[in-house]
């Protein structure tokens, strides 16, 4: 029988470090050929309303899981037996795996003696994006900023006491920018929120706050610095990255220029080729990330009895 997973049950289940293990592995069978990514996101409006309901999904068969994501829910179904056998509601998912995909990335394609990040944007996302990067690299400084003084020092505050790590909020971009080995921009900014001429060499940027070509977080100039760029799937990104899309348009990038972070986990692509590289990961949000992340979770449930079975 299917099982159905509040947020609240996911949030207990699947744990960040846990999580970057699960896209780890689910990067990795894409590299062996195991990962569909059937749909990128589509967004859909009915006629007369202001909902927009997004769907997306794909086919993890190492995880025997074919899903698809809806706004509001996702159904994850077994590859072996073609039985539906989960409901999970998408937002902690969405919300975990996203950071957990920053961590993969970090992993990768920052130095491995980074400890000095820059982080800009204060909301939600940029929570997991915090926990996920404590996850796989040795912090001893981790400098917030936003707009709002009161945000930032607020966020600094709570990240801190929950990481035990040194994270102060500091008073522009710039601050944030500069003499950090890991800069993570986290937020919905229709213009760039940082100049890219301020980069280290070494440093490690990524892009995780948008996926609409409406909007650019990252500028021409981090990207025409950066010796590696990568997406958790060109192909979606080239229909949802403004900041490489417009770049593209520009003639300062061309799309044979980035890779999928598959490549880079599964070892064909190197993600840090020298130490003085400026590396850029792209991240969308894929299907892919939610099947993986469900299936996970649903198996645990199962072993621990949470969830709800439902009556087919």
């Known amino acids: 029988m299917a099982l159905f997973l509040s947020n609240d049950d996911v949030a207990a289940l699947l744990p960040m470090k846990e999580c970057i293990e699960v896209m780890e592995d689910l990067f990795q069978q894409e590299a062996r050929g195991l990962v569909l990514n059937h749909r990128s996101r589509e967004r859909q409006r009915w006629p007369g309303s202001n909902v927009t309901a997004t769907l997306m999904g794909g086919t993890v068969l190492g995880s025997e899981a074919h899903g698809i994501r809806h706004s509001s829910v996702t159904l994850i179904y077994n590859t072996t037996t073609g ?14 795996r996203t950071g957990a995909s920053t961590g993969v990335a970090a992993k990768y394609m920052s130095k491995p003696t980074a400890s000095v990040v820059g982080v800009i944007g204060t909301g939600r996302q940029a929570v997991t994006q915090v926990e996920a990067l404590c996850a796989v690299r040795d912090i001893s400084l981790m400098k917030i900023y936003s707009r709002s003084e009161d945000n930032r020092v607020k966020f600094a505050d709570t990240m801190r006491e929950r990481h035990g790590v040194e994270i102060v909020p500091v008073a522009t971009a710039e601050e944030a920018v500069r003499g950090s080995d890991i800069v993570c921009a986290i937020t919905n900014a229709p213009e760039p929120v940082f100049n890219g001429e301020w980069l280290e060499p070494g440093t490690h940027v990524i892009a995780a706050g948008i996926n609409t070509w409406t909007k650019r977080e990252v500028d021409e100039a981090t990207i025409d610095r950066a010796s590696l760029i990568v997406c958790d799937n060109v192909e979606q990104a080239k229909i949802e990255c ?12 061309r799309w044979q220029q980035a890779h999928d972070l598959s490549e880079v986990v599964g070892g064909k692509v190197n993600g840090w080729p020298s130490d003085d590289a400026i590396t850029l990961f792209e991240s969308q949000g894929i299907g892919i990330e939610d099947v993986a992340a469900c299936a996970y979770v649903l198996k645990k449930a199962r072993e621990r009895g949470i969830g709800i079975e439902l009556p087919f």
């Open 83 to 96: 039985k539906l056998d989960g409901v999970v509601e998408p937002g902690n998912i969405s919300w975990i």
């Open 242 to 253: 403004g900041e490489l899309m417009y770049a593209a348009e520009r003639g300062s990038f």
